[in-house]
């Protein structure tokens, strides 16, 4: 029986490449994110070129309960699910006061809030197995605090520490954890989050989303706690123990400014 991968964000960027990657690798899918139409066509794209299952469930995550639906709907189809990839996310790019609010609320919804609840479904189920793995996307944003996008930068350090929390307390269970922190990445962020006044995607050469979801699916399938990919990522993760906090901040502001 083939194992099963769920997928958040899908329908694009990172999510798009990862389950490219999973089911190129034998994994039926669940493939979930807004776009119903844009899932449909990657249901008939991996179908076609792998011997595979995909099953299309559409859902905005920023709705407060969307965790709890999708796995609701896992458990009414009898989808047991081996592999919880929680990639779903968005970024915004503006002083704090000054942005829109929604927007930021829907950012904690999708960035924190729905990740936590699919974790807190899928990771009991995953226990009883005694077997499953919880891949999180996390960012070179979990470093330092982000003026410009303190939210968002605020998310992926949450991300991060959580899931480094949870991968203690699963040692043993034949659960792991992993999160990836990539750095800059050409998957569309920089124009979801508008920012065209940004010099991230400049002053480090981007990734492929190509390369960062395979190295986070291979990290993912060696248990790996934290994955750093990319050489600004590794940088800033040395500067972020070396030099004061200060520093790094200043250093975002430059970058965001």
Request: with cysteine; proline share 4%; net charge negative.
């Given at each position: 029986m083939k194992k099963i991968a769920l997928i958040t964000g899908a329908s694009s960027g990172l999510g798009l490449e990862f389950a490219k990657i999973y089911a190129k690798n034998g994994y039926n899918l669940v493939i979930v994110a807004r776009s119903e139409g844009k899932l449909y066509q990657l249901k008939a794209e991996l179908?076609?070129?792998?011997?595979?299952?995909?099953?299309?469930?559409?859902?905005?995550?920023?709705?407060?309960?969307?965790?709890?639906?999708?796995?609701?709907?896992?458990?009414?189809?009898?989808?047991?699910?081996?592999?919880?990839?929680?990639?779903?996310?968005?970024?915004?790019?503006?002083?704090?006061?000054?942005?829109?609010?929604?927007?930021?609320?829907?950012?904690?919804?999708?960035?924190?809030?729905?990740?936590?609840?699919?974790?807190?479904?899928?990771?009991?189920?995953?226990?009883?197995r005694e077997s499953g793995k919880i891949l999180n996307l996390s960012s070179i944003a979990a470093f330092c605090a982000g003026p410009k996008m303190s939210v968002y930068y605020a998310s992926k350090e949450y991300v991060r520490s959580f899931s480094e929390a949870l991968s203690e307390e699963l040692k043993g269970t034949g659960v792991t954890v992993t999160a990836l922190c990539p750095g800059p990445t050409s998957t569309g962020f920089e124009q979801a989050a508008e920012m065209k006044n940004s010099k991230?995607?400049?002053?480090?050469?981007?990734?492929?989303?190509k390369e960062v979801a395979e190295a986070g699916f291979i990290a993912c399938e060696k248990g790996k706690t934290l994955k750093y990919y990319?050489?600004?990522?590794?940088?800033?993760?040395?500067?972020?123990?070396?030099?004061?906090?200060?520093?790094?901040?200043?250093?975002a502001m430059k970058i965001n400014g």
């Open positions: 179908e076609n070129a792998y011997n595979i299952e995909v099953i299309v469930f559409a859902k905005d995550l920023s709705e407060r309960d969307a965790g709890h639906e999708v796995f609701d709907y896992c458990l009414e189809n009898n989808i047991e699910v081996d592999v919880l990839v929680n990639n779903a996310g968005f970024g915004d790019f503006a002083n704090f006061i000054e942005s829109d609010w929604e927007r930021q609320y829907d950012m904690v919804q999708v960035n924190i809030v729905a990740l936590m609840q699919l974790t807190r479904c899928f990771a009991p189920q995953m226990v009883k991230m995607f400049t002053f480090f050469k981007p990734a492929t989303a990319g050489m600004p990522t590794k940088l800033m993760n040395i500067g972020a123990r070396l030099a004061p906090r200060s520093v790094g901040r200043k250093f």
